[in-house]
């Protein structure tokens, strides 16, 4: 994406050329927090992303470096779907918003996670991670 | 918002909900960040966004109590925009989408800015906290 033409050079207006619609980081969360890895888990993800949406986000996704995909160890005609490095380092972006939305609005956020993302920050990330390389290093 | 239909109770997709398009947090992040808090001030913010585009995403993010509206102090025929108390507390999703950003990609983001995002975290969440209250209060 180096050579994309970006509207300017703010790092947060990259950001959110890079991920800024609604259905983007959806994805992003069901890869780091929920386990999901294929495209009809995906689909299946509770907001009702539309298909045709759901194959361009992946797309774009993958074209900035942020997913990989490769065939799914259970059946290699299928796809699963992987965060990268640089789509595992979104993790303290996810928390903040689980945070800030936990505090504003009704959600079904557990109390309990959001304390955790609040106070104990490191310990969340680093089960995060743990997660991240258990599902990379799965049917290798 | 708190009677509007949402897709999920997820508090990431509420989050994207509210502010998930390319450019609702750039125009928190231009009252935030860069001291402006006009219309005017926001169009010309350099990622060029449309006039209508900006009308209708100050009125998602007024609905949605992320800024408010006022008379401008120097001029009260002119409306000034702040930030509200929600608003000011997406400072730290703000924050992480500049480390992740200055991480990944090519941007303009002063490195010892970001490095002070990075590390000395609350000290940039109060300063940001400072700037917030000083412009709330002036001309009052």
Known sequence: MATRHRRSACPISIALELLGDQWSLLVVRDLMFKGKHTFGEFLAGGEGIASNVLTD???RLELAGVVTREPHPD???KVR???TEKGLSLAPVLMELVVWSARWE???APPDEVKAMREQREAVL???KRDW???RTRGR
Request: charged share 45%; proline share 0%; glycine share 0%.
């Open 57 to 59: 986000r992946l797309a």
């Open 75 to 77: 059946d290699a005609r």
């Open 81 to 83: 779907y992987l965060l």
């Open 126 to 128: 680093e089960r995060v």
């Open 133 to 135: 390389k258990r599902a």
């Open 106 to 108: 009704r959600t079904a």
